[in-house]
C-alpha cells in the first residue's frame, strides 16, 4: 500500500517538472530536486549543473524559446529501497522559437529519486535522445539503440 | 484506498474523453460529462457550450477534421474534498484535414470533475493552448508563462 | 489491492515494449508475450507474427529506421476475469529514416494481456493506425470512426 502511494506522489513529482518548465516557474521547479542534485542533459558543460540553485540557474536558458510543451509518459519505477526509485520516463519535448518555428525532440528521462524529510526529490536526472524534428541543434546525449547484425538485410517495406 | 480507486477511474474518465472524440461516439462523451457541465475551449462563443447537450453538438464540428488523434499525459489530481478533484492533464492533439495536410496542439485541460450517483463525472473544463504546428488556426486560450526577467540574455547555445 | 497491483503491473509490461522496441532488444521484447501470441499490425502478412519467436524475427524490419520512439499513453484496462485483462492503449510513434527524415504515426493498441505463472503477458495485440504525418506507408489497419451524419455542414471555423 505505502509503494502504491509512493508511486503516485513520485508520478506528481515528474508531472510538475514539466508544468513548472512550461510556465517556466523556476523556483518551484528547482524544489523539485534534492539541493545537492546532479542533472546532466548531455556533455555540454552548459548542459550539466550541479545542485538546485545553479539548475534554477540554468534553465533560464529555456527563456530563449518562445514556448514549450514536455509531455510525459512511459513511467517505469524501480524501487531498489523503500526510500529511492529508480525511474524511467520519455518525453516529447515541443518547442517553438522566436520566429514561430519549431523544434521537438523525443527522448527520455532516467532518474534517482528519493524521499526526504518533504517529500520525494530527484537527486539525479540524465536525459538522453531518441532523435529530434525541425532542427533541434542542442547536443543531448543521444540513446544507445542495438545495431542490426553483421549482413542484415532490410525487408521489401516502405517506409 | 478509495482514493487510489478513485484515481484509476479519474483517469479512465480523461482517456475515455480522448478514445470516443476520435471515434467521434458523442453520445458517449457527453455522458462523462454532467448534465450541467460547463466547457469552454477559447473566448469564441462557439469553443465554449453550457451542459452536456450542447457540448455533444458543438464538438459534431471536429467532423470537419478528417481525423484526430488525442494523446493523453501528464495527469495531476488534488483532492480538495473525498467528491471532487481539480485535474490538470496534457494532451498533443493531432488533427487531419480533408486535404491530408495536419495540424498538432500541445495544450493542457483543467478540469473540476465531481463524484456523482453514476460516478466521476467532469463538470467544468477549460483548455489552454501553449502552442501549435502546422497552421492551427482556432483561437484556444492561450496558457500564461512567466516571462523572462527584464534585461535577461539568452546563452551562447543554439536553438 | 490485487487488481491496483495489477494495474501497474501491466501499464510496466506496455511500457517496457516501448522501450525494449526504441533500445532494439528484442529478445527482451519478445519476452513480454505469451509463446503462442497473436501480434497483427495490419492485414498485410509481413504484419502479422504468429507466436513470440517469430514476432522477435518481424520485428528485426525495425532496424530499417535510423531510430524510433514510442511514446505511450491513454491507457485503458478493462478486467473480464482475475487473469484477464482487455487493454486499449495509445501510441505516438516516432520514426528517423535513415536519410534524416521522419514519419510519426499515432494510433492504438488492443491488446488481451494475460496472468501467467511467470507474470502478465501479451496473448493477442492488434494495432490500429488514426493517421500518420511525414509520409509513413505501412500499411496499419486503420481505426473505424463514425461518419458525420448525412446533410451535416462544417460550422464557420477555421482549421
Not at 28 to 46: K, Q, S, W
Not at 60 to 69: D, G, K
Not at 105 to 130: C, L
Request: glycine share 6%; aromatic share 10%.
Amino acid at each position: 500500500m505505502q509503494e502504491l502511494l509512493d508511486r503516485h506522489a513520485i508520478h506528481d513529482l515528474l508531472v510538475d517538472y514539466c508544468f513548472y518548465l512550461d510556465s517556466m516557474n523556476l523556483p518551484a521547479l528547482a524544489a523539485l530536486f534534492t539541493v545537492d542534485c546532479e542533472v546532466i542533459y548531455g556533455a555540454d558543460p552548459r548542459l550539466g549543473s550541479q545542485g538546485a540553485a545553479a539548475l534554477e540557474d540554468s534553465l533560464e536558458r529555456m527563456w530563449r524559446w518562445a514556448r514549450t510543451s514536455h509531455h510525459l509518459s512511459n513511467v517505469r519505477l524501480v524501487f531498489p529501497g523503500p526510500d529511492t526509485v529508480d525511474s524511467t520516463s520519455y518525453v516529447l519535448a515541443w518547442h517553438e522559437r522566436l520566429d514561430g518555428s519549431s523544434a521537438t525532440i523525443y527522448g527520455q528521462y532516467n532518474d534517482r529519486i528519493i524521499r526526504t524529510t518533504a517529500g520525494w526529490r530527484i537527486a539525479e536526472r540524465r536525459m538522453f535522445m531518441h532523435g529530434s524534428d525541425g532542427g533541434f541543434a542542442v547536443p543531448i546525449a543521444p540513446l544507445q539503440r542495438r545495431p542490426a547484425p553483421p549482413g542484415w538485410e532490410p525487408p521489401d517495406l516502405e517506409c
